[in-house]
């Protein structure tokens, strides 16, 4: 018997029991219907992820710390100085080098105003103080824009460069906190640095150091630096920094704040590895949403293996359909015997039957699985839930799982009727003709 001829008498007889053949293959259908939307699901999350995460520019900024590594888990001090910056501004793929000392102001003040605690951000000069990713990022955000006014670094002044040893570019969140609400009158005044340390019983006093400088600009506060920071050079920083006890600090210690800023999110691998060669310890977001997608390809293939499991119940049914149809089957098979089938020939059969309804039922679930992603895909996109755009798939059905769902279904289907098939292939044939 040719596999044409199973299958052509697998349909007939699918056809001859409609109502059976309809809810086995309904079984079936609601099967493969969810492993094509629960696979389309996990797929439609990961791709939008991944394409937000792309646009993220901040991604591309590998942050180096002075240190390296000294065993598997341990690292050590390393110094990051100019011919260091130097060379990570050489490796290809780089388009910034951001480089700073961060320290501490005991108190600054502006006329008659002041604050304690101010975080001062000392910046090589020669380098620059924003990176473009800060700036990219805000510029693409509207809500951002709309809170803060603008999306430029500089709201008020001009930012400093390396002949502005003396100058400060001021966050307009300080001003804020010094009680300045026309941030534009300060531009031009002086500003005065006050580093002391707190008296203490038994211990001389120290003279507290004094630096004076002069308000070049007004930091946008929707930038980092337009905090709560006074952002100057490397070389006033490197003073507050040998107050507090560290001789020919810039020589001796080097930048503790340096980020690398990639052209593209496809060179931050490239990049990291070759900080890692230079001797620093790097890392960078970008390994994070590493985390993210691998966490994301596990919610797949949870979401996936729910829609088999329905699927694997499904051919229970199967079973039982088959059981039956060789019930009613038997003289049938019988007198094939009688004429010269084989057991091989009798199981095929059966067996076909078997993935023909695996067939059905698979080719309808996978029309149902399509039809009802594009549904929730044109519904969400117009209802504006989860902040989906057009174009954006919260359900993505790839025809790659289409098709692997249907040869799965087929398979399982096939599986299921074994069993039946075997108990065909072994009926005798004069108990089967006797058969009423």
Do not use: W
Not at 105 to 127: C, P, Q, R, Y
């Amino acid at each position: 018997m040719k596999l044409i001829d199973c299958i052509k008498m697998a349909f007939s007889d699918l056809n001859k029991r409609k109502l059976r053949t309809i809810l086995t293959s309904f079984g079936i259908a609601i099967g493969a219907m969810l492993v094509i939307l629960m696979s389309g699901l996990g797929q439609g999350i990961q791709t939008i992820s991944n394409d937000q995460v792309k646009q993220m520019d901040t991604l591309k900024v590998i942050n180096v710390q002075p240190k390296e590594s000294a065993t598997k888990n341990q690292t050590k001090d390393k110094k990051i100085d100019v011919t260091s910056l130097n060379k990570f501004k050489k490796i290809k793929g780089v388009s910034n080098v951001l480089a700073a000392i961060d320290t501490t102001a005991t108190e600054v003040s502006i006329d008659t105003k002041s604050a304690k605690k101010i975080n001062i951000h000392g910046s090589n000069l020669d380098f620059p103080i924003f990176n473009d990713a800060e700036k990219n990022e805000l510029k693409s955000d509207k809500k951002k824009i709309k809170k803060y006014g603008s999306s430029e670094e500089i709201i008020a002044g001009s930012i400093i460069n390396k002949d502005d040893k003396n100058s400060a570019l001021i966050g307009k969140s300080l001003l804020t906190k010094l009680g300045i609400k026309d941030y534009k009158s300060v531009v031009g005044k002086n500003i005065d640095i006050k580093v002391s340390f707190p008296k203490m019983d038994g211990i001389p006093e120290k003279a507290p150091l004094l630096l004076h400088l002069k308000v070049a600009g007004v930091v946008n506060n929707a930038y980092k630096l337009g905090k709560y920071t006074l952002t100057t050079s490397d070389e006033v920083a490197a003073q507050i920094q040998e107050y507090y006890g560290t001789t020919d600090y810039i020589n001796q210690k080097g930048y503790d704040t340096v980020s690398v800023e990639c052209t593209t999110m496809a060179d931050v691998t490239t990049v990291n590895n070759a900080i890692t060669k230079i001797g620093y310890v790097s890392n960078s977001e970008a390994s994070y949403a590493d985390q993210m997608n691998s966490m994301l390809t596990i919610v797949k293939v949870l979401l996936t293996f729910a829609g088999v499991i329905v699927l694997l119940v499904a051919s229970i049914g199967v079973i039982n359909t088959m059981s039956m149809a060789v019930h009613e089957k038997t003289k049938s098979i019988g007198i094939m015997k009688a004429e010269g089938a084989s057991k091989k020939n009798i199981r095929r059969m059966f067996v076909v039957q078997s993935g023909t309804l695996g067939l059905v039922g698979g080719s309808f679930g996978a029309l149902i699985a399509i039809v009802s992603g594009t549904i929730i895909n044109k519904v969400l996109i117009a209802s504006n839930i989860g902040g989906l755009e057009a174009g954006m798939k919260i359900v993505d059905i790839r025809i790659s799982t289409v098709v692997f769902t249907l040869l799965f279904t087929i398979l399982v289907s096939m599986l299921a009727g074994v069993l039946p098939a075997r108990k065909a292939a072994k009926l005798d044939p004069v108990d089967s003709l006797r058969f009423e």
